[in-house]
């Protein structure tokens, strides 16, 4: 039974990240990845102790939004023009980054 049980659902989310099925890669360290996909579509396997521990959030896309958001919040700074467009995506993302800490490089 060398196997230690998988201890998450499909479905279970781990910030953008959603379990998509019991589909688990076993690494040479004993450890697991789950296989995800990501809000913005990208699939991939993550390990589960990074997704436990809020050290992977995301595809990668969340870290750019990020990038994109303070982008955008200098140009507000300093009264540049945006589309409606780009101020509803900056108010979407500020409230689902409201409660997500992302540490930038
Ligand atoms: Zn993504």
Redesign the pocket.
């Given at each position: 039974m060398g196997c230690r049980a998988i201890e998450v659902k499909t479905g279970t989310k781990f910030t953008?990240?959603t379990v998509t099925s019991k589909d688990v890669i076993y690494t040479k360290k004993g450890e697991y990845k789950y296989h995800c996909i990501?809000?913005?579509?990208?699939e991939g396997y993550y390990a589960s102790s990074k997704l436990r521990s809020g050290h992977t959030k995301?595809?990668?896309?969340?870290r750019?939004d990020m990038r994109k958001l303070v982008k955008i919040e200098t140009m507000i700074d300093k009264d540049a023009e945006l589309t409606p467009e780009t101020l509803l995506w900056v108010v979407s993302t500020k409230k689902e980054l409201e409660n997500t800490e992302i540490v930038l490089p």
């Open positions: 953008r990240l990501c809000k913005c579509g990208n995301s595809c990668g896309c969340l750019k």
